[in-house]
Protein backbone atom coordinates (compact mmCIF):
# COMPACT_ATOMS: atom_id res chain seq x y z
CA UNK A 1 0.00 0.00 0.00
CA UNK A 2 0.98 3.54 -1.04
CA UNK A 3 1.37 6.42 2.14
CA UNK A 4 -0.01 9.52 2.30
CA UNK A 5 3.66 10.97 1.69
CA UNK A 6 3.74 9.43 -1.54
CA UNK A 7 0.40 10.74 -3.11
CA UNK A 8 1.61 14.18 -1.82
CA UNK A 9 4.60 14.25 -3.63
CA UNK A 10 3.25 12.97 -6.89
CA UNK A 11 0.36 15.12 -6.70
CA UNK A 12 2.90 18.31 -6.21
CA UNK A 13 5.04 16.90 -9.16
CA UNK A 14 1.62 17.05 -11.02
CA UNK A 15 1.44 20.76 -10.25
CA UNK A 16 4.84 21.45 -10.30
CA UNK A 17 4.59 20.17 -14.23
CA UNK A 18 0.87 22.06 -14.91
CA UNK A 19 2.32 25.38 -13.89
CA UNK A 20 5.02 24.76 -16.53
CA UNK A 21 2.76 23.47 -19.22
CA UNK A 22 0.76 26.47 -18.95
CA UNK A 23 3.59 28.76 -18.56
CA UNK A 24 5.22 27.44 -21.77
CA UNK A 25 1.28 27.90 -23.59
CA UNK A 26 1.68 31.58 -22.53
CA UNK A 27 5.12 32.16 -24.31
CA UNK A 28 4.03 30.51 -27.57
CA UNK A 29 0.63 32.86 -27.39
CA UNK A 30 2.96 35.89 -26.58
CA UNK A 31 5.58 35.22 -29.81
CA UNK A 32 3.21 33.10 -32.25
CA UNK A 33 3.08 35.57 -35.49
CA UNK A 34 6.20 37.94 -34.25
CA UNK A 35 9.12 35.93 -36.38
CA UNK A 36 6.75 35.59 -39.90
CA UNK A 37 5.10 39.81 -39.29
CA UNK A 38 1.73 37.71 -39.37
CA UNK A 39 0.43 40.19 -36.61
CA UNK A 40 -2.52 41.92 -37.95
CA UNK A 41 -1.99 44.91 -35.52
CA UNK A 42 1.51 44.86 -37.00
CA UNK A 43 0.05 45.25 -40.64
CA UNK A 44 -2.24 48.07 -39.73
CA UNK A 45 0.71 50.25 -38.46
CA UNK A 46 2.56 49.18 -41.24
CA UNK A 47 0.35 50.49 -44.05
CA UNK A 48 -0.82 53.46 -41.91
CA UNK A 49 2.51 54.77 -41.23
CA UNK A 50 2.98 54.12 -45.41
CA UNK A 51 0.07 56.68 -45.98
CA UNK A 52 1.33 58.91 -43.83
CA UNK A 53 4.26 58.94 -45.68
CA UNK A 54 2.39 59.21 -48.66
CA UNK A 55 0.21 62.25 -47.61
CA UNK A 56 3.16 64.27 -45.99
CA UNK A 57 5.07 63.80 -49.84
CA UNK A 58 2.14 65.06 -51.53
CA UNK A 59 1.30 68.17 -48.73
CA UNK A 60 5.46 69.00 -48.89
CA UNK A 61 5.08 69.12 -53.32
CA UNK A 62 1.50 70.90 -53.20
CA UNK A 63 2.56 73.53 -50.09
CA UNK A 64 6.35 73.85 -50.65
CA UNK A 65 8.97 73.51 -48.13
CA UNK A 66 9.20 76.63 -47.64
CA UNK A 67 6.00 77.55 -45.62
CA UNK A 68 7.53 74.81 -43.05
CA UNK A 69 9.19 76.44 -39.86
CA UNK A 70 12.56 75.98 -40.17
CA UNK A 71 14.36 74.36 -37.24
CA UNK A 72 16.51 76.07 -34.51
CA UNK A 73 19.27 74.19 -34.85
CA UNK A 74 20.49 71.97 -37.24
CA UNK A 75 20.85 68.32 -35.75
CA UNK A 76 23.33 66.75 -35.53
CA UNK A 77 25.83 64.80 -38.56
CA UNK A 78 27.05 61.27 -37.24
CA UNK A 79 30.53 61.40 -37.86
CA UNK A 80 31.06 65.12 -36.80
CA UNK A 81 31.88 66.28 -33.13
CA UNK A 82 30.09 69.16 -31.88
Known amino acids: MLSNKFYAVQ???YRDMRRQADQDRLVRLATVGREAGDNVFGRALARLG???VAWGKF???RY???SAPQPACQPARPGVAI
Open 11 to 13: AEI
Open 50 to 52: RRL
Open 59 to 61: LQE
Open 64 to 66: GSA
